[in-house]
């Protein structure tokens, strides 16, 4: 089956910049989506389509994609960024599926 | 305001089923593909199933393909999930989400909680 690799954790001062790789082989042929889960909360998307960005996620979360790998960037992090970043993608054997990545849990120091 | 709330979830044996149900509100149903997604005790987001907007294509997660059927009431603005056989594995905070772009999920219930153990 169909898999997205993560590493388990990211840690950054507050103010340095932030970088979630997410690696996958159908990832060149299909979009990834970025999510930020907070402790309690569900979860929210915050990069659509490998680099775009939904209305009201701020302009320091951005993305990127090169070969088999995508990659979440987080400019300028601040405290309230602490949280578990999941990837996920569509599975592109044809079958309606969708994947998600193991998460990483990015911690501000 | 758009909202899915979730229900049915608790504490049940293993072997026994359970019927999740999810209502959405805010938007047009019908317009959009459906999903469950789970998250076990202190684990990462699994996707559980998804179902089209007229339940014309359907896909499940191979942990639970054969036990667990998706379905969907679009007169109801409703989502369902009815789980049988369950395993202490399937213990996990149930998610209904709304599909976007036909790849991802843009709207989140609050879950509700499913617990499998004797």
């Known amino acids: 089956s169909y898999e997205l690799t993560q590493p388990p954790s990211v840690s950054v001062s507050p103010g340095q910049t932030a970088r979630i790789t997410c690696s996958g082989d159908a990832l060149p042929k299909q979009y990834a989506y970025w999510y930020q889960q907070k402790p309690g909360q569900a979860p929210v998307l915050v990069i659509y389509k490998d680099s775009e960005r939904p209305s009201g996620i701020p302009e320091r979360f951005s993305g990127s994609s090169s070969g088999t790998t995508v990659t979440l960037t987080i400019s300028g992090v601040q405290a309230e960024d602490e949280a578990d970043y999941y990837c996920q993608s569509a599975d592109s054997s044809g079958t309606y599926r969708r994947v998600f990545g193991g998460g990483t849990k990015l911690t501000v120091l | 305001e758009v909202q899915l709330v979730e229900s049915g979830g608790g504490l049940v044996q293993p072997g026994r089923s359970l019927r999740l149900s999810c209502a959405a509100s805010g938007f047009t149903f019908d317009d959009y593909a459906m999903h469950w997604v789970r998250q076990a005790p202190g684990k990462g987001l699994e996707w559980v199933s998804g179902i089209s907007w007229n339940s014309g294509s359907i896909g499940y997660a191979d942990s639970v393909k054969g036990r667990f059927t998706i379905s969907r009431d679009n007169a109801k603005n409703s989502l369902y999930l009815q789980m049988n056989s369950l395993r202490a594995e399937d213990t996990a905070l149930y998610y209904c989400?709304?599909?976007?772009?036909?790849?991802?999920?843009?709207?989140w219930g609050q879950g509700t909680m499913v617990t499998v153990s004797s």
């Open positions: 989400a709304k599909d976007v772009l036909g790849d991802a999920f843009d709207i």
